[in-house]
DNA sequence: GCCAACGTTGGC
DNA sequence: GCCAACGTTGGC
């Protein structure tokens, strides 16, 4: 199994809205990026655990856990006409895009982007990489273990 | 709102 | 295949 960080907007799908949806699952839909796509693709498997994090708001950084309870599958937003994240290429013959299922684990208290930056055991950490965009980045274990006992 | 960084597009 | 233009991301 492999760990994540998985970036959200909060007005988009806040770590709240996840734990008040249906068995408190979604589906991580609208990655609209190669890089991130193939993580899910290839290297996803149930199981997996994943940092949610607050991306584009007041006060960024990780906010929770969850975990991956469906592999990775086509995207139901790409066929929408009416949805944000149509893709005009994409069939349901040839989809372009794949998201997985996730579930919270649990909330955690606020781990602010700023704290990661200035935890020097997190050198390396994607998230922290200059100019690092990607919506989905995977977590080295020490990584992992380090935040969970020591940042949590 | 600003701006740096990055990915994608499309002309050639 | 190159690369300029453009759009998006995301912290501040």
């Known amino acids: 199994m492999?760990?994540?960080?998985m970036k959200s907007e909060p007005s988009d799908c806040s770590i709240d809205d996840l734990a008040a949806m249906p068995a408190q699952t979604v589906a991580w839909y609208g990655v609209r990026n190669y890089q991130a796509r193939n993580f899910m693709r290839d290297q996803m498997s149930v199981g997996d655990l994943?940092?949610?994090?607050h991306s584009s708001c007041a006060e960024p950084g990780i906010v929770g856990i969850v975990k991956v309870v469906k592999k990775a599958y086509p995207d139901a937003t790409q066929f929408?006409?009416?949805s944000h994240y149509f893709d005009p290429k994409a069939t349901p013959?040839?989809?372009?895009?794949?998201n997985v299922d996730v579930q919270l684990v649990r909330k955690t208290p606020l781990v602010p982007l700023?704290?990661?930056r200035d935890a020097a055991p997190l050198e390396g950490l994607r998230i922290l990489a200059r100019g690092n965009r990607l919506s989905?980045?995977?977590v080295d274990p020490a990584h992992w273990s380090y935040i969970c006992e020591h940042m949590l």
């Open 2 to 5: 492999r760990y994540w960080l």
């Open 50 to 53: 994943a940092f949610f994090y």
């Open 80 to 82: 929408d006409p009416a």
């Open 93 to 98: 013959e040839a989809p372009r895009w794949l």
């Open 114 to 116: 700023a704290s990661l």
């Open 136 to 138: 989905i980045t995977p």
